[in-house]
């Protein structure tokens, strides 16, 4: 028994002895960056001003890749289903909630999601068509009681923050509104400014050169402060409706089981970039404000944000149509 305990323990020992196979570097190939939604919108900018210089941080090159659809749902599947490697990461935005909860898709928002980063927040700002009578939020609420269904507002389809902005505003101010949903936030703010709508939620980005081109009145932002890019319009909040904070989140994330380092890597490149005064410039102009924190940070404001919304779309009664 002894002769045999040891050949097996000679046996053991080169293999004991051995070092440990080497992992793969990473990145060792380009990096997929999916952008869910087509070029020229705010995640698309974004990403297209953090590929480059988050490529020469890595040593390989960012790719992008706009994969359109679905609200979201078709870019994001594409990366939830990539090897958990590192090499395909997505920027996407709150719709990856809100396109699991409203629609059929084949992902959990949280529990297939490896969480990288929350980049930025876009509020919304509440906008009126210039002949509506009413120049506070407080005005518009008064208004709404007295013309019950007089108020239609338009949003870029079932499920976005605008859509959520009115809803929850609707709720809380205890007024009818109608919503349309057009096929984008570009047609919707044409027939606000045309009067076919009477006020709107925009998303700040694109809402922005209507208001300073004089098109539309702003009258608040839906964020839970005030923004450096309109200092002087006050929150819904502070204004009406104390608590109220809507907005729209940006946010790189990849397929659940990524390595935490790689997570960590990733976030700590790309806040170094949105940090520099060319990066804070570049959000500030898109009506974006910087978020940041840990992977872990973000994976419980993914939970946080997921109970929240599942609570308002039940309440609201909100259908994908």
């Not at 590929?51 to 679905?70: M, T």
């Not at 539309?216 to 608590?243: F, K, M, S």
Request: one cysteine or more.
């Amino acid at each position: 028994m002894k002769r045999r305990g040891l050949m097996v323990a000679a046996l053991a020992a080169p293999a004991l002895a051995r070092p440990a196979l080497a992992q793969p570097a990473w990145p060792n190939r380009p990096i997929r960056l999916v952008i869910p939604f087509p070029p020229g919108g705010t995640t698309d900018i974004l990403a297209r001003f953090i590929a480059p210089p988050l490529g020469a941080a890595l040593g390989q090159p960012v790719v992008i890749e706009n994969r359109s659809g679905g609200a979201g749902a078709v870019g994001v599947v594409e990366t939830l289903r990539a090897a958990p490697d590192g090499h395909t990461i997505c920027i996407t935005i709150s719709t990856l909630i809100t396109a699991a909860l409203l629609t059929r898709q084949p992902y959990h928002p949280v529990n297939d999601v490896a969480p990288i980063l929350h980049l930025a927040n876009v509020a919304n700002i509440l906008v009126v068509n210039k002949t509506l009578p009413v120049r506070s939020v407080a005005e518009l609420i008064a208004y709404g009681k007295a013309n019950p269904g007089g108020l239609a507002y338009g949003s870029p389809g079932i499920g976005t923050s605008v859509h959520l902005s009115g809803e929850m505003f609707k709720q809380a101010a205890g007024i009818e509104m109608v919503h349309v949903p057009y096929r984008g936030g570009g047609p919707a703010l044409a027939d606000l400014v045309g009067g076919q709508l009477q006020l709107m939620f925009g998303n700040a980005s694109s809402t922005l050169p209507f208001v300073r081109a004089d098109q539309v009145r702003a009258l608040a932002v839906t964020a839970a402060t005030r923004q450096a890019y309109a200092p002087d319009l006050p929150t819904i909040a502070e204004a009406a409706i104390p608590g109220f904070e809507v907005v729209e989140w940006y946010a790189v994330i990849g397929p659940a089981g990524l390595p935490q380092a790689v997570a960590e890597r990733l976030n700590r490149e790309i806040l170094a970039i949105v940090g520099t005064p060319e990066g804070r410039a570049r959000l500030l102009d898109l009506g974006a404000e910087i978020i940041g924190g840990t992977p872990a940070e973000f994976g419980a404001f993914l939970r946080e944000d997921m109970a929240r919304t599942e609570a308002l779309v039940r309440s609201a009664g909100i259908r994908a149509e």
